[in-house]
């Protein structure tokens, strides 16, 4: 038996030798043999022995021999065929494949080929086989100060990794393997590069650059306009990072896992973010803004910032992918400025019997959080795709002070203006019109009484001189409300006929807004998720049943919202306000000498709250700052002094918190009419005939 098994390995070595021995080769190049194919082609034989190659081999693009070039299309059997088992790297110049026999290479751990043409010698046939650990693409051109470079023009390098390819049980996953620059703590990328008696200008980080880099500190010079795939990907232990504004293009995964990152802003000429750009930067503390010129949001693109606070869509962002911006746990806020909705990408599928949707923003965020939108696009995020999962949509709108017949906000009244109201009421287009000023008749809206007003004062040749005061308006989820500006003022405060409001003395006041109206029901109601009130049959009705915490609440919420500092006014704002700030005619009640034109009060309530506005205003274009609720303000209670004051806030403490106005059921001539009525209650005391009015 043993000598049967001697006989058939001497009768292989025998084969191996003989196959061997028939490679005739014309010519030798730095240790490879050659056989001449053609004119111009040749082909990497064997020298007809076993070879004893080892460590490194080199195969040029092309081969001199006899002044002739030869470009090598081939590589013969057992080329690089060795019993010494060490070759461990083939390094192939080849720009095209040669062709190769399925015992060109006995044992070979890499091959090293041009970067360029790595994914056709990943599928050529033998190449795909030849290796033992990994096929690779060499990178770089050359080196600096550690730095790796690729010649990406003709005066334009890019920083890169040394190699890039394919492992033999990976698939078609791509490896990368970088040279010292990232075991570096700090990385100082050069605005210009000398190289082979020529001067580069850097202007990208290609893909992989800094993979998996240690760096601690990495600058970038303002002549980078790329940031390529995975550039800085699982760059763990920077904390800061400078993005130069020179950088227009930021590609898939370029910071991907970049863990430590707290502080860093987007260049504002970005046009393009790629899939999972900033993916898991779990540290970013961000109010981040999407700059003007991006368009599309990929897929992924922010998923997992945890420390972002607020969002800001630039105006051009027209579409928005699948996980976006998924689980941001600490985002507060969307701040939309595109007049369009942008797309949001949705998928929807079953599988085992199990619904599965996705969005660009988790399920949760839908419910707990506000998107701010353009006040005239309201209604169509309102009703677009996606958009219309949000609990909360707000909207807000300053309108400026305005002359009463100015329609078109020239500051004059003549023709124009009769023209272009004409033009409103006939198509409801408001677009470049002055709202407050074609507010003729002062009653908060535009209609046809509107037109007569302003038919009358060009006849006349009159203005009646009023201007309209300034609004902040606001819209959540469909829900309008209005803040009047008033303009700030002296005034004597109180009145000397009662205790309680005594003893009148001076207040200055600065510049504040108040509510136009008390908070409805349907406000509350969509802010907080419940309606306290007692009278709900009518959503238009104030809200009551609230006690003064509960406003605070309220409020807390509102700022969330709206991004605004919204509160309750002080008594001195409300008192103000009331009396009809510096348009005050000196009334007896807010608005009017005549109680029922702008009350609801014990003799015309029917015992019960009313809608808000159902009434005249006062000379602020405010409504119910007599009757109908009291109305919760933020000071503690407290008796008057004497001393001029500017801005009061109310005494430090107090028996409880102060209420002005007075409610539906209380009956004409007594003391809460007086002075617009002035109470106290607890602020825990909850009762049917107290609400409140917002300030900002």
Same mark, same amino acid.
């Given at each position: 038996?043993?000598?049967?098994?001697?006989?058939?390995?001497?009768?292989?070595?025998?084969?191996?030798?003989?196959?061997?021995?028939?490679?005739?080769?014309?010519?030798?190049?730095?240790?490879?043999?050659?056989? /001449?194919?053609?004119?111009?082609?040749?082909?990497?034989?064997?020298?007809?022995?076993?070879?004893?190659?080892?460590?490194?081999?080199?195969?040029?693009?092309?081969?001199?021999?006899?002044?002739?070039?030869?470009?090598?299309?081939?590589?013969?059997?057992?080329?690089?065929?060795?019993?010494?088992?060490?070759?461990?790297?083939?390094?192939?110049?080849?720009?095209?494949?040669?062709?190769?026999?399925?015992?060109?290479?006995?044992?070979?751990?890499? /091959?090293?080929?041009?970067?360029?043409?790595?994914?056709?010698?990943?599928?050529?046939?033998?190449?795909?086989?030849?290796?033992?650990?990994?096929?690779?693409?060499?990178?770089?051109?050359?080196?600096?100060?550690?730095?790796?470079?690729?010649?990406?023009?003709?005066?334009?390098?890019?920083?890169?990794?040394?190699?890039?390819?394919?492992?033999?049980?990976?698939?078609?996953?791509?490896?990368?393997?970088?040279?010292?620059?990232?075991?570096?703590?700090?990385?100082?990328?050069?605005?210009?590069?000398?190289?082979?008696?020529?001067?580069?200008?850097?202007?990208?980080?290609?893909?992989?650059?800094?993979?998996?880099?240690?760096?601690?500190?990495?600058?970038?010079?303002?002549?980078?306009?790329?940031?390529?795939?995975?550039?800085?990907?699982?760059?763990?232990?920077?904390?800061?990072?400078?993005?130069?504004?020179?950088?227009?293009?930021?590609?898939?995964?370029?910071?991907?896992?970049?863990?430590?990152?707290?502080?860093?802003?987007?260049?504002?000429?970005?046009?393009?973010?790629?899939?999972?750009?900033?993916?898991?930067?779990?540290?970013?503390?961000?109010?981040?803004?999407?700059?003007?010129?991006?368009? @599309?949001?990929?897929?992924?693109?922010?998923?997992?910032?945890?420390?972002?606070?607020?969002?800001?869509?630039?105006?051009?962002?027209?579409?928005?992918?699948?996980?976006?911006?998924?689980?941001?746990?600490?985002?507060?806020?969307?701040?939309?400025? @595109?007049?369009?909705?942008?797309?949001?990408?949705? /998928?929807?599928?079953?599988?085992?019997?199990?619904?599965?949707?996705?969005?660009?923003?988790?399920?949760?965020?839908?419910?707990?959080?506000?998107?701010?939108?353009?006040?005239?696009?309201?209604?169509?995020?309102?009703?677009?795709?996606?958009?219309?999962?949000?609990?909360?949509?707000?909207?807000?709108?300053?309108?400026?002070?305005?002359?009463?017949?100015?329609?078109?906000?020239?500051?004059?009244?003549?023709?124009?203006?009769?023209?272009?109201?004409?033009?409103?009421?006939?198509?409801?287009?408001?677009?470049?019109?002055?709202?407050?000023?074609?507010?003729?008749?002062?009653?908060?809206?535009?209609?046809?009484?509107?037109?007569?007003?302003? /038919?009358?004062?060009?006849?006349?040749?009159?203005?009646?001189?009023?201007?309209?005061?300034?609004?902040?308006?606001?819209?959540?989820?469909?829900?309008?409300?209005?803040?009047?500006?008033?303009?700030?003022?002296?005034?004597?405060?109180?009145?000397?006929?009662?205790?309680?409001?005594?003893?009148?003395?001076?207040?200055?006041?600065?510049?504040?807004?108040?509510?136009?109206?008390?908070?409805?029901?349907?406000?509350?109601?969509?802010?907080?998720?419940?309606?306290?009130?007692?009278?709900?049959?009518?959503?238009?009705?104030?809200?009551?049943?609230?006690?003064?915490?509960?406003?605070?609440?309220?409020?807390?919420?509102?700022?969330?919202?709206?991004?605004?500092?919204?509160?309750?006014?002080?008594?001195?704002?409300?008192?103000?306000?009331?009396?009809?700030?510096?348009?005050?005619?000196?009334?007896?009640?807010?608005?009017?000498?005549?109680?029922?034109?702008?009350?609801?009060?014990?003799?015309?309530?029917?015992?019960?709250?009313?809608?808000?506005?159902?009434?005249?205003?006062?000379?602020?274009?405010?409504?119910?700052?007599?009757?109908?609720?009291?109305?919760?303000?933020?000071?503690?209670?407290?008796?008057?002094?004497?001393?001029?004051?500017?801005?009061?806030?109310?005494?430090?403490?107090?028996?409880?918190?102060?209420? @002005?106005?007075?409610?539906?059921?209380?009956?004409?001539?007594?003391?809460?009419?007086?002075?617009?009525? @002035?109470?106290?209650?607890?602020?825990?005391?909850?009762?049917?005939?107290?609400?409140?009015?917002?300030?900002?």
């Amino acid at each position: 038996m043993k000598k049967n098994l001697l006989s058939r390995f001497c009768a292989l070595v025998v084969c191996i030798a003989c196959a061997l021995g028939a490679n005739a080769y014309d010519f030798v190049s730095d240790g490879i043999y050659y056989t /001449i194919i053609n004119g111009n082609e040749v082909s990497v034989v064997n020298n007809g022995s076993i070879n004893t190659y080892s460590g490194e081999v080199t195969i040029p693009a092309t081969v001199t021999y006899g002044g002739v070039q030869y470009a090598i299309t081939s590589i013969g059997d057992y080329a690089f065929y060795t019993t010494a088992g060490d070759l461990e790297t083939i390094h192939c110049y080849c720009t095209t494949p040669p062709a190769v026999h399925a015992n060109s290479f006995s044992s070979c751990e890499y /091959i090293v080929v041009p970067f360029e043409a790595l994914e056709d010698y990943y599928v050529a046939d033998g190449w795909s086989t030849a290796y033992t650990y990994y096929i690779m693409g060499e990178v770089f051109d050359f080196a600096v100060d550690n730095i790796l470079y690729k010649i990406t023009g003709e005066n334009s390098v890019g920083v890169c990794p040394s190699y890039m390819g394919y492992g033999k049980e990976s698939g078609h996953e791509m490896y990368v393997w970088n040279s010292a620059q990232t075991n570096l703590e700090n990385i100082t990328i050069p605005a210009t590069v000398a190289h082979g008696g020529k001067t580069y200008t850097v202007t990208s980080m290609e893909p992989y650059a800094l993979f998996y880099g240690q760096a601690r500190s990495i600058s970038l010079p303002n002549t980078i306009t790329v940031i390529g795939e995975s550039a800085f990907s699982q760059c763990s232990k920077i904390t800061d990072f400078s993005l130069p504004e020179s950088v227009t293009v930021i590609n898939d995964y370029a910071f991907y896992g970049c863990s430590a990152i707290e502080n860093m802003s987007l260049p504002a000429g970005l046009t393009h973010i790629g899939v999972g750009a900033f993916m898991y930067l779990y540290k970013w503390n961000v109010d981040l803004v999407i700059p003007e010129k991006i368009t @599309r949001i990929e897929r992924n693109a922010f998923y997992q910032c945890f420390k972002m606070h607020t969002l800001t869509l630039g105006p051009n962002v027209e579409w928005i992918g699948i996980d976006a911006f998924g689980n941001l746990d600490s985002l507060a806020a969307v701040i939309c400025e @595109r007049e369009v909705p942008p797309v949001m990408e949705h /998928i929807e599928y079953e599988e085992d019997g199990l619904q599965f949707s996705y969005d660009p923003f988790y399920v949760f965020f839908y419910s707990h959080n506000v998107v701010r939108v353009p006040y005239g696009s309201h209604e169509a995020y309102r009703n677009a795709d996606v958009w219309n999962k949000f609990n909360y949509l707000v909207s807000d709108q300053v309108v400026e002070p305005a002359k009463a017949g100015d329609v078109t906000g020239d500051d004059e009244v003549n023709m124009d203006d009769l023209t272009r109201l004409i033009n409103y009421l006939l198509t409801q287009d408001a677009t470049g019109m002055n709202l407050l000023g074609a507010d003729v008749d002062g009653n908060t809206s535009v209609t046809m009484d509107d037109l007569t007003a302003l /038919i009358n004062m060009l006849l006349t040749n009159s203005s009646n001189g009023i201007t309209r005061p300034g609004e902040h308006r606001f819209l959540i989820t469909g829900v309008p409300f209005t803040m009047i500006k008033v303009d700030g003022g002296s005034f004597m405060m109180g009145n000397s006929g009662l205790t309680a409001t005594s003893p009148v003395h001076q207040v200055i006041l600065s510049d504040y807004n108040i509510g136009q109206t008390e908070v409805t029901q349907q406000l509350w109601k969509t802010v907080m998720k419940s309606n306290p009130s007692e009278f709900s049959d009518d959503l238009n009705r104030p809200v009551e049943m609230v006690n003064w915490n509960d406003c605070q609440d309220f409020v807390s919420k509102m700022i969330k919202l709206t991004g605004k500092n919204f509160r309750l006014p002080t008594e001195a704002e409300w008192e103000f306000a009331a009396r009809g700030g510096n348009r005050s005619q000196g009334y007896n009640y807010a608005g009017s000498n005549t109680l029922g034109d702008v009350a609801w009060y014990k003799s015309n309530s029917d015992d019960k709250t009313h809608p808000v506005a159902t009434k005249a205003p006062n000379e602020l274009g405010l409504y119910d700052m007599t009757g109908n609720v009291f109305e919760w303000c933020q000071d503690w209670w407290g008796y008057y002094t004497s001393g001029a004051q500017v801005n009061p806030q109310g005494p430090a403490s107090g028996d409880g918190k102060v209420c @002005r106005s007075c409610g539906f059921n209380r009956t004409a001539g007594t003391s809460w009419f007086f002075n617009y009525g @002035r109470c106290y209650d607890d602020v825990e005391t909850k009762t049917n005939d107290t609400g409140m009015r917002l300030a900002l």
